[in-house]
């Protein structure tokens, strides 16, 4: 099939390198709002099968038959809609949207008009997440009353993307939220969020924070820490605890964790830590445009549907309530907030 590649930036680079092998794509169309730099991405890229055109408009009118969309999150939910009103399954990088009622918006389109759409949520194809998951739901761990998820950047962002990226709590911990409620099963009922902004004064410049936790109960009374922080110099940190009365796994713990054990002869800090999320989930990039050119082309149903960012920024949404509020936050208060009720 032919594929259409939106936004040649830093994760459009990695997804075309990842489409441009899948033996499903045929041909891969890159465009950007910048034509050279989709230019360049396709040189780069290599291969007959891969081709810059000159404008994102032009992929559409290309005809392909599917399209990906990494272009800057802002842009997101008009291309969901544009690609379904075209009748084009996609792949989009989380976020739908910034905000719920865009979000909602983008997926009364997709739903309209029955098209796939898939979000981003990277973890679900890890393999230590599906491992854990596995474990989880096999009766393995026995009853889970413990979970801890932790992401941690190895320094923050540059101060122009903050305003841009929705915050720590809707661009970070939003996996977090999504891992938890697809490694369960379970949905978050009611959460309890704190923050700070004690580092960098651009944080506090555009609202954000550079450190936050939250407290989160499941409908089944599980409870889940989840923090996040910008600034984990000893680098990039994503692990997952789960605790339960039989058994207890981690997810991310092997010897690129950042982290050093006070014990005398535990381990020291790794050689090679992970600089960063692209190099962490590079497996977890892999699969799940496999799975999405697989579902595509087989005709089958998305391996992660927009309603899931929906339900995982209804959790944010409640976080950033909580936090600014000082007060305990049921999900379903943030949804009525949001007109969803």
């Known amino acids: 099939m032919r594929v259409g590649l939106l936004g040649a930036g830093r ?13 499903e794509v045929g041909e891969l169309l890159i465009g950007d709002a910048d034509a050279g730099r989709a230019a360049e991405l396709a040189a780069r890229t290599g291969g007959a099968r891969v081709r810059p055109v000159a404008a ?33 399954p996609a792949f989009c990088e989380k976020p739908v949207a910034l905000d719920v009622a865009g979000t909602a918006a983008a997926l009364r389109e997709v739903s309209a008009a029955g098209t796939l759409l898939q979000i981003g949520f990277q973890r679900r194809f890890d393999a230590g997440y599906r491992a854990a998951r596995e474990a989880l739901r096999s009766g393995r761990l026995g009853r889970v009353h413990t979970i801890r998820a932790v992401t941690s950047d190895p320094a923050p962002p540059p101060a122009e993307f903050l305003p841009l990226s929705g915050g720590l709590v809707r661009d970070c911990m939003v996996h977090d939220f999504d891992a938890v409620r697809w490694l369960t099963g379970r949905e978050v009922v009611e959460v309890f969020a704190r923050g700070s902004d004690a580092g960098a004064a651009m944080f506090r410049e555009a609202g954000d924070v550079d450190t936050a936790a939250a407290l989160l109960t499941l409908d089944d009374g599980t409870l889940v820490t989840a923090t996040a922080t910008r600034c984990n110099g000893a680098g990039y940190d994503v692990r997952m605890e789960l605790s339960g009365e039989l058994d207890q796994w981690a997810v991310g713990l092997d010897g690129r964790t950042p982290m050093t054990s006070a014990e005398p002869g535990g381990p020291a800090a790794p050689a090679r830590p992970w600089p960063g999320f692209l190099e962490r989930f590079a497996g977890a990039y892999r699969a799940e445009l496999a799975a999405f050119a697989g579902a595509v082309a087989g005709g089958g149903a998305s391996p992660c549907p927009g309603e899931e960012g929906l339900r995982a920024l209804l959790v944010a949404e409640a976080c950033e309530l909580s936090r600014r509020a ?16």
């Open 326 to 341: 000082d007060r305990p936050v049921r999900v379903a208060e943030a949804a009525a907030a949001a007109g969803l009720a």
């Open 11 to 23: 994760i459009g680079s990695v997804h075309a390198a990842v489409l441009a092998g899948l033996d």
């Open 56 to 88: 994102v408009d032009d992929v559409f009118a290309s005809g392909v038959d599917a399209v990906v969309i990494a272009t800057a999150t802002a842009s997101h939910a008009a291309l969901i809609i544009r690609a379904a009103r075209a009748g084009l």
